[in-house]
């Protein structure tokens, strides 16, 4: 029964991807823009720098560009703001508030080692040295090669 569900791999790869790409950039448009609820009323280098890291690399997680290094920065990003923000206020995530920086974190290593999935201008361009066949297993972009 789950073997049928390989072919939609693709597909709930790129749901996860845009899904989470449009909740980060909320948290970014909350910072910068104070939008749809009132961010912080003064905004320091730091703030500053993860509003417009959430809403550019949102964005692009969004639509699928450069989604592979986009996602290692943003995966990094959100591993510091976890220990410098979150992790000195409690030891654990749940009383911190950091649970949300933890799991961005581990989407946006997913999306580094899996690539963005279907739907992606990644895969119109031709970027990455492999893509998800439509049982998505990994395949070689150039077969006769490898």
């Known amino acids: 029964m789950f073997t049928q569900l390989d072919s939609l791999r693709p597909y709930t790869l790129a749901a996860l991807r845009i899904i989470a790409g449009l909740l980060y950039f909320a948290h970014g448009t909350q910072k910068l823009f104070s ?11 730091m703030a500053l720098t993860s509003g417009i890291l959430e809403v550019v690399g949102g964005i692009l ?7 592979r290094p986009v996602a290692f920065v943003l ?11 979150h992790a000195p206020q409690s030891f654990y995530p749940v009383a911190n508030g950091g649970d949300a920086a933890i799991l961005f974190c581990f989407v946006f290593l997913l999306l580094v080692t ?11 361009a031709g ?8 049982t998505g297993s990994l395949r070689p972009r150039f077969p006769g090669r490898y």
């Open 35 to 45: 939008f749809p609820i009132p961010g912080p009323e003064t905004l320091n280098a």
């Open 61 to 67: 997680i969004i639509i699928g560009l450069f989604t």
């Open 75 to 85: 995966s990094g990003h959100m591993a510091a703001a976890y220990f410098i923000a």
């Open 114 to 124: 899996h690539g963005p999935g279907a739907f992606a201008m990644d895969n119109r």
């Open 127 to 134: 970027r990455g040295s492999a893509r998800l066949s439509p």
